[in-house]
């Protein structure tokens, strides 16, 4: 089965389950979506990452890189491989250079691991007919027999107590938010500087 490879294109805040994600995975030289909803921990592992921000304490996918590294293992790439009642499976396709591991997954997971070892994402062209949606200019394009646990769209989250601030003191409060290991409102900080950035 020929696999389709994935890229990140968005991170936010689900409109429809509160305190999820909705992470949204796009077709490399494509015009289809992905998108999955997945819990808070997850998505601040994945934003963390994407950002390059520093916890001041390794987070439990940063312990499962080290620990992996420090015995010569590595990812090469991670295949969301079906999809279930709503509920997308995946894979982490290992190696120690001697022989390969496949390795099953959440898909959040696995997604936050492949930022973390710099590997490709990869699907089925079943999974994306299933569950994606068409990007049509600026507008979503839902296909058919989308599930309600993949029907998500991508909306930026209003950034509401911090709009008042400077980008300083804004980089002041992130940094302050990751010493303090608060990852929650460290990816709210992030998601306003971000805002900013695009007007």
């Known amino acids: 089965m020929k696999k389709i490879k994935l890229d990140i294109v968005g991170l936010s805040y689900s409109q429809t389950q509160s305190g999820a994600y909705a992470l949204v995975l796009g077709e490399v030289n494509g015009r289809r979506r992905l998108p999955i909803i997945i819990g808070?921990?997850?998505?601040?592992?994945?934003?963390?990452?994407?950002?390059?921000?520093t916890p001041s304490r390794p987070?439990?996918?940063d312990l499962f890189k080290n620990f992996a590294q420090a015995y010569s293992i590595t990812i090469q790439e991670i295949i969301i491989y079906n999809?279930?009642?709503?509920?997308?499976?995946?894979?982490?396709?290992?190696s120690d250079g001697k022989k390969v591991v496949e390795i099953d997954a959440r898909t959040s997971d696995a997604i936050a691991m492949a930022v973390r070892f710099d590997c490709a994402i990869y699907t089925y062209e079943f999974i994306l007919?299933?569950?994606?949606?068409?990007?049509?200019?600026?507008?979503?394009?839902y296909l058919e027999n989308m599930s309600d646990a993949t029907e998500e769209k991508?909306?930026?989250?209003?950034?509401?107590?911090y709009s008042s601030l400077s980008v300083d003191e804004l980089k002041s409060?992130?940094?302050?938010?990751?010493?303090?290991?608060?990852?929650?409102k460290a990816a709210k900080i992030r998601d306003e500087l971000n805002r900013r950035k695009a007007s």
């Open 173 to 184: 409060k992130l940094q302050e938010a990751l010493t303090d290991e608060a990852y929650e």
């Open 59 to 61: 987070l439990t996918h």
């Open 154 to 161: 991508a909306v930026t989250p209003a950034t509401s107590g």
């Open 83 to 94: 999809l279930v009642d709503g509920i997308f499976y995946a894979k982490l396709i290992c």
């Open 129 to 141: 007919s299933t569950a994606g949606i068409v990007i049509e200019g600026n507008d979503f394009v």
């Open 40 to 53: 808070s921990f997850e998505a601040q592992a994945i934003a963390i990452e994407i950002e390059k921000m």
